[in-house]
């Protein structure tokens, strides 16, 4: 289970040192992992290999005649590339990837239950400013967290 948030920086070579304290749930998938495009945000997505695989099964699955499934699946699986970590638990985010994201050196790293989001410090940022500046009535609250008591 991924939590919290972490900031980081990646280096010249778009390697990111991932944090001690998400690399166990890595290891059991040999340091095997997937990045790939949000389809709603600029991020990259990071999931254990055996979590993607799972959801890329049910991806796969989606009707192929259907335009907006067929455009997630190519941008989901299209954009999926597998790395593993080097000697110093370190992976190489591709150029493609990077520039999806408008990653940089300053990055920041967030938990989110079965993956990690990566995001350009300045794209999380704005994101978090914009989402703490609109009101309770610009978004339609999902009936599963209506009940929800934090």
């Known amino acids: 289970m991924f ?5 980081l920086n990646l280096d010249a070579k778009g390697r990111l ?3 001690t304290r998400h690399r166990e749930a ?4 040999d340091n095997q992992l997937i990045l790939t495009i949000d389809t709603q945000e600029h991020c990259l997505l990071i999931y254990p290999l055996s979590t993607w695989l799972d959801i890329e099964k049910q991806i796969d699955a989606l009707p192929s005649f259907n335009k907006t499934a067929n455009r997630i699946k190519r941008m989901l699986i299209g954009h999926a590339t597998q790395v593993e970590f080097d000697s110093a638990a370190r992976i190489v985010i591709p ?3 990077r520039a999806h994201a408008k990653l940089e050196k300053p990055a920041v790293l967030v938990g989110q239950g079965k993956k990690l989001e990566l995001w350009s410090q300045d794209l999380w940022t704005e994101m978090t400013e914009d989402f703490l500046d609109q009101s309770d009535e610009d978004d339609q609250l999902p009936t599963a967290l ?3 008591s934090l």
Do not use: V, Y
């Open 95 to 97: 150029p493609a990837l």
């Open 26 to 29: 890595f290891a059991q998938d």
């Open 17 to 19: 040192a991932m944090p």
């Open 146 to 148: 209506e009940t929800l």
């Open 3 to 7: 939590r919290g948030i972490t900031n």
